[in-house]
């Protein structure tokens, strides 16, 4: 396995309600990277944090948000959900924030807004 | 035009048969490639980069051709296990990876 984790597994919200997922990246890695998979979709870039700054955004809204932790660890904050949020949310980790590090994925938090 | 192109397949071939795998990408400044593979309801896994002189790892080859923005990858004698979803991948500057959709592959008995 990767070394990274996240939680919560599952989550079922309402439209408008918020949620926060949180992510621990590998050991030794400073950098997580967010990422939104919709079914039959490849994942989409969210936003990336290195050194608990964010260091790159994708095409989302405002209201998708998030954090780095002095540990490194991340949590990515959606407000008022809509139902097209729903999707599986994968973080990666990686030693380094540069093209062509690998990233290790999580095994992803199912979010489904009803 | 998506960023990243690929056949949605599936593609069902048979034990021991070879399968190529196709993928375009639109952004001449990409940096680095690879294929991820995704197991159903699983997260991706890096499966192999990609480099302009063509590399191998087993039964797996993948080849890059950068003037035509095309990436390939080729299974050989293929087996019941390599039955996923495989992603092509390219990465600019700053570490965004951007996936296609996905080609789907299922190898019967």
Redesign the interface.
């Known amino acids: 396995e ?1 070394g990274v984790t996240q939680s919560p597994t599952h989550l079922i919200k309402t439209r408008g309600q918020q949620v926060t997922l949180r992510c621990s990246s590998q050991s030794g890695h400073n ?1 997580v ?1 967010w ?1 939104q998979q919709a079914l ?6 969210i936003f ?1 944090y290195y050194r608990e700054e964010e ?2 955004r ?1 095409n989302f809204p405002p209201r998708f948000s998030g954090l780095q932790f002095p540990n490194y660890s991340s949590e990515l904050n959606v407000n008022a959900l809509e139902l097209d949020d729903s999707a599986l949310y ?1 973080c ?1 980790s ?1 030693s ?13 938090t199912r979010l489904l807004v009803l | 035009r998506k960023e ?1 192109e690929q056949d949605p397949g599936p593609f069902n071939v048979p034990e021991g048969a070879t399968v190529a795998f196709n993928c375009t990408y639109s952004n001449s400044a990409s ?2 490639f690879f294929w991820y593979r995704q197991d159903c309801r ?5 499966l192999m ?1 990609v480099y302009s002189s063509g590399n191998e790892d087993g039964r797996f080859t993948a080849q890059l051709n950068r003037a035509s923005q095309y990436i390939s990858l080729l299974i050989r004698d293929s087996k019941l296990s390599d039955s996923a979803t495989y ?1 092509c991948v390219v ?12 080609t789907q592959l299922k190898v019967e008995l």
Do not use: D, I, M, W
């Open positions: 990767t950098t990277s990422y039959g979709q490849g994942p989409q870039f990336q260091n790159g994708g994968l990666a990686s380094k924030s540069g093209a062509g590090e690998t990233q290790y994925f999580g095994p992803g | 990243v940096q680095s699983k997260e991706p896994k890096l980069s992603l990465s600019g500057g700053g570490n965004k990876l951007t996936f296609g959709t996905g």
